[in-house]
């Protein structure tokens, strides 16, 4: 069955920047694209960005451009977001969900942002 | 881009009675494929959030019939026929016929 999982919890200082993976299971990544979606706590959802790894389709939300980099890799089926120069605000749950319409979510990742 | 605006904030019920969720959009969610992509998604307490129903009324395979979905253009509902205990959690809108893809605030669903 379609299956989602990132990577675990992160601690990171302001300035640094983090790596979110989403490995996916039950699809491939050639024919399914990626959305990301994150929660800062006790708040709402937030759409980060999507990519299409099928045709190279990226779409970042207006909020996070020139900080965040989505990528791909069809060979081991995980997508990644890169998130740069981060801030007390970016703490966050952040999500992978697929497709453009996000059928299926993954379990999320806390990155937590503290000095 | 697209304001996704959905009310109450907050709706206190009561088991086995009935619960409704608006949801408005600033434009019209027809996609030129002719489709409206409003879906709604559930999120239960320490839990990721999960598509419900998916362009405007259908439901996800398990979800139950409780659950139904209505609307077109620009206002959507999210209706409950008899609320479970199982339902508590907030319930959120999102379009996906406009990039930027947009949530709506959220709707806390409590007992």
């Known amino acids: 069955q379609v299956q989602l999982v990132q990577s675990g919890g992160e601690i990171k200082m302001p300035g640094a920047s983090v790596k979110v993976s989403c490995k996916a299971s039950?699809?491939?990544?050639?024919?399914?694209?990626i959305g990301w979606v994150r929660q800062a706590p006790g708040q709402g959802l937030e759409w980060v960005g999507w990519?299409?790894?099928?045709?190279?389709?990226?779409n970042y939300a207006q909020n996070f451009q020139g900080r965040v980099t989505l990528t791909t890799d069809t060979s081991t089926n995980i997508a990644y977001m890169e998130l740069r120069s981060l801030r007390s605000d970016d703490t966050a749950v952040y999500y992978c969900?697929?497709?453009?319409?996000?059928?299926?979510w993954g379990q999320g990742t806390l990155v937590i942002v503290s000095s | 881009d697209v304001v996704m605006t959905q009310s109450p904030l907050s709706l206190p019920v009561t088991l086995g009675q009935p619960a409704s969720i608006s949801c408005r959009s600033s434009?019209?969610?027809?996609?030129?494929?002719?489709?409206?992509?409003l879906h709604w998604f559930q999120q239960r307490p320490g839990q990721s959030p999960r598509r419900l129903i998916y362009?405007?009324?259908n439901r996800e395979s398990g979800v139950p019939d409780r659950f139904s979905g209505s609307g077109s253009g620009t206002d959507f509902t999210l209706k409950i026929s008899r609320v479970e205990a199982e339902d508590v959690g907030i319930y959120y809108c999102?379009?996906?016929?406009?990039?930027?893809?947009?949530f709506g605030q959220g709707t806390r669903l409590e007992i």
């Open positions: 969900a697929r497709g453009a319409q996000f059928d299926s």
């Open positions: 999102m379009q996906g016929t406009h990039w930027p893809r947009a």
């Open positions: 039950g699809f491939t990544l050639t024919t399914q694209s």
């Open positions: 990519i299409n790894p099928y045709n190279g389709n990226i």
């Open positions: 434009q019209s969610l027809v996609h030129s494929d002719g489709r409206t992509y």
């Open positions: 362009r405007i009324s």
